[in-house]
């Protein structure tokens, strides 16, 4: 039978850095609050030096947008804001990093290191953010559940058939589904004691948002996967499981993107395994022999 978890993997999330928070606020701020964020993002160490006053004018905006900004990221004022970001600033993969996206002028080095910079950060960030209590309970519902379903389209569908081959592979009935009219029909016939999984680096893929609205409706119980806590995915999750993975211009952080999810989605199957290990170790080792006739032998 399944086992409880552990005490300490049902606390809450470790708080993510400021700049990690910021990133995933961005598409909810208004524009004046979001050129504050880019001045922040774009020099953390700087701006922590600014006056509300220097700060203000470095945005184009009024000192009163910059305390606004200061609540959206939950902090009472401006000063806690300059010592937040002193300290991120002190952090050493903030002072490693890159200074700029990639651009025409850089070498095949400068190439290499920036975007092995934005796939180790979103590792990182994403196991500093990811909800602890969110994680355990999601495991807890897979692994009693009838049927998961899994949503998503792109390079998120690519994220969600690893997590069907994971789960599939130690007995959980997991389908995933990229065909927006497919994966409607399936999330009708869901409901409690089910589980819809969407994933969307945005979170706001219209044909994964309307199936996890859809199986919530019937009753699933929902996850989201997603960059954008505040996104509309995650208003229709009962769970919802943050990655922290940095966009770009050139998109080099799709890449990015999906390592983050892939780290979410490594972190979910390890704990529904383990919520029955002994049934998950036979299951692995059942399904290695089954295929073992199919690799090339030496």
Known sequence: ???????????????????????????????AEDRV?????????????????????AAGTSETTVLRFCKRLGLPGYPQLRLALAEAGT?????????SDISADDSIDDVIAKVAYAD????????????????STAARAIAGA????????????????????????????VFCWNDPHVALTSATLLGPGDVA?????????????EALALARGKGATTVA????????????????????????????????????A?????????????LDLDRARTAVEDTRRAVAGHHVRH
Not at 200 to 206: A, E, L, N
């Open 1 to 31: 039978m399944p086992r409880d978890p552990e005490p300490a993997a049902t606390g809450h999330a470790v708080a993510p850095s400021l700049l990690v928070q910021l990133r995933g606020l961005r598409p909810s701020l208004s524009p």
């Open 37 to 57: 964020a880019e001045r922040v993002l774009g020099d953390p160490r700087g701006t922590a030096g600014l006056t509300i006053t220097e700060l203000a004018v």
């Open 91 to 99: 952090q050493p993969r903030t002072q490693a990093a890159p200074t």
């Open 120 to 135: 180790a950060s979103a590792v990182e960030e994403t196991a500093e953010t990811i909800d602890r209590g969110a994680l």
């Open 146 to 173: 009838g049927r998961v379903d899994v949503y998503g389209i792109g390079a998120s569908a690519l994220v969600g058939k690893d997590l069907q081959q994971k789960l599939h592979r130690i007995g959980s009935m």
């Open 197 to 209: 999984i969407g994933i969307s680096h945005s979170g706001t893929t219209t044909e994964t948002v």
């Open 225 to 260: 996967i997603t960059n954008f806590p505040l996104s509309r995915l995650a208003r229709d999750a009962d769970l919802v499981l943050a990655t922290a993975a940095r966009e770009s211009s050139l998109r080099s952080g799709a890449t990015a993107s999906r390592i983050a």
């Open 262 to 274: 892939l780290t979410v989605v490594d972190c979910l199957y390890i704990a529904v395994a383990q």
